[in-house]
């Protein structure tokens, strides 16, 4: 395990729910943190909160739908950190339609968020990954990532493209000693996107996603020596390190 105090993180999703609360362990870890949303004035709040808190910060409001946009706020991030420690893709958009109802701009953007902004961030920080001979990506996943569900023909396919993608750049940084993993949640959460998408049924059992959060410090600081190619179920890394610290 790397000591992850100091070491960069490229968080996606970062304005609200779990991507937040995120960047609120990987900030307490002392980790320097390039945070993306499209949300501006949320993505500052959180911004604002944790340089109270003495923890470098940038934070950087980009649409991820947008490919030009992607690869220039990465860019930035780089130019400003240099390669990350950890690339956590958490962004995403779940808006359920019928398929007769799913118009073909709603479904690329969906999938564009997910998969094709996965693609472009991984593709960036890649090479320094490779010239460090160490990183971890993660992909946050999801049950829509293994099985379908009605009303969701961009989001499903999307997670869906993003375990492949996952498994691919798995073989292909193995070499490199670069870890690249998908992390489901493993619990449903109370964030914004469960507020408008769970049923009452889904809703047994909600956690907070601070309860999740500390696992992405666990994956900050693995490279493939110790996994990759893997499905990581976060809550139960998240608890077995608080049971640990009891």
């Not at 991984?122 to 946050?140: D, L, Q």
């Not at 009303?151 to 070499?175: F, I």
């Not at 408008?196 to 956690?207: A, D, F, K, L, P």
């Amino acid at each position: 395990m790397i000591n992850v105090e100091g070491q960069i993180a490229f968080l996606t999703g970062a304005a609200e729910g779990l991507g937040r609360a995120i960047a609120r362990e990987l900030g307490a870890a002392k980790m320097r943190l390039a945070l993306f949303d499209v949300q501006g004035e949320k993505l500052q709040g959180v911004a604002a909160e944790l340089q109270a808190q003495d923890v470098d910060v940038l934070p950087i409001v980009v649409d991820l739908a947008d490919a030009g946009a992607t690869q220039s706020a990465v860019d930035q991030a780089l130019q400003h950190y240099g390669t990350p420690r950890i690339l956590i893709h958490n962004a995403a958009v779940l808006r359920e339609a019928s398929f007769a109802d799913v118009t073909f701009a709603n479904w690329r953007r969906e999938v564009d968020i997910i998969l094709q902004a996965a693609f472009i961030l991984s593709k960036a920080v890649w090479p320094g990954m490779v010239e460090n001979h160490s990183g971890s990506i993660v992909y946050i996943s999801s049950g829509s990532a293994l099985q379908g569900f009605v009303k969701e023909a961009a989001y499903t396919p999307g997670k869906h493209g993003q375990e492949g993608l996952m498994k691919v750049l798995s073989l292909a940084g193995k070499e490199f000693n670069i870890a690249v993993n998908t992390a489901t949640t493993g619990a449903p959460i109370d964030t914004p996107m469960s507020d408008s998408h769970y049923t009452e049924e889904m809703r047994q059992g909600i956690v907070d996603p601070s309860r999740l959060a500390p696992a992405m410090v666990f994956l900050a600081g693995i490279d493939a020596d110790f996994a990759t190619g893997q499905r990581f179920n976060a809550f139960q890394i998240s608890e077995a390190m608080r049971v640990a610290r009891q």
